[in-house]
């Protein structure tokens, strides 16, 4: 009932709105959110069917378009799996209610329209979202080269050229620096995979 009374008072229509920080637990998604983990809401957008957000760590959609039912369907994307890219905003014309935030989540292309009223906010979110696209595209990167370069060493290994005798007398040390060159290219996948873009959010958004 809260929620309902909620929703009521936000003056929700089918354009999107941005809620402010303080009406984020009136929310529907604010349900879906792993605060427990540390997961942070940045951005929610709620229109009459749908709720939007962004986390530090995930895109979330609450999608309520279903035509013959109430139903509504959570979908959730983690930036470490679905890279956001091609960040755009379509202005509003003379006669529009609305600007369009658009992006893609993986392959996947979104398009939200938000009341122009709020372009303002809706222009500190294309940069967030702008900057979060590149920092995707460095962390990819950053990964193929990490992986090329683990994938290079690993081929120095290659035992089967050499003489029987060598072999048998080094398998310590090859054991040993195998295990090495793995924990260095897992500890530096873990300095590059950075997907929580907290920072970024709290830079553009508050």
């Not at 229109?47 to 939007?52: F, I, L, P, R, V």
């Not at 005798?165 to 080094?170: K, T, Y």
């Amino acid at each position: 009932m809260f929620k309902n009374i909620a929703s009521d008072v936000l003056g929700l229509s089918d354009i999107g709105k941005i809620i402010e920080a303080k009406d984020f637990d009136k929310t529907d998604i604010d349900e879906y959110v792993f605060q427990e983990d540390n997961e942070r809401i940045f951005v929610v957008i709620k229109s009459k069917t749908d709720e939007y957000c962004f986390t530090n760590v995930a895109f979330i959609h609450l999608d309520g378009n279903i035509a013959v039912s109430k139903k509504k369907t959570l979908h959730r994307y983690l930036y470490k799996h679905y890279a956001i890219s091609g960040v755009r905003i379509e202005t509003a014309g003379t006669v529009d209610l609305d600007v369009e935030l658009k992006f893609k989540i993986g392959e996947k292309e979104v398009s939200i329209d938000i009341d122009k009223k709020q372009m303002e906010q809706v222009r500190n979110i294309y940069k967030a979202l702008f900057v979060i696209s590149e920092k995707c595209k460095e962390i990819q990167k950053y990964m193929a080269t990490l992986q090329n370069t683990y994938e290079a060493i690993n081929k120095m290994f290659v035992l089967r050229e050499l003489p029987e005798q060598i072999v048998l007398n080094l398998p310590d040390i090859i054991t040993q620096t195998a295990l090495q060159v793995e924990s260095n290219f897992n500890a530096r996948r873990d300095q590059i995979q950075r997907y929580d873009f907290g920072a970024v959010f709290e830079r553009y958004i508050r």
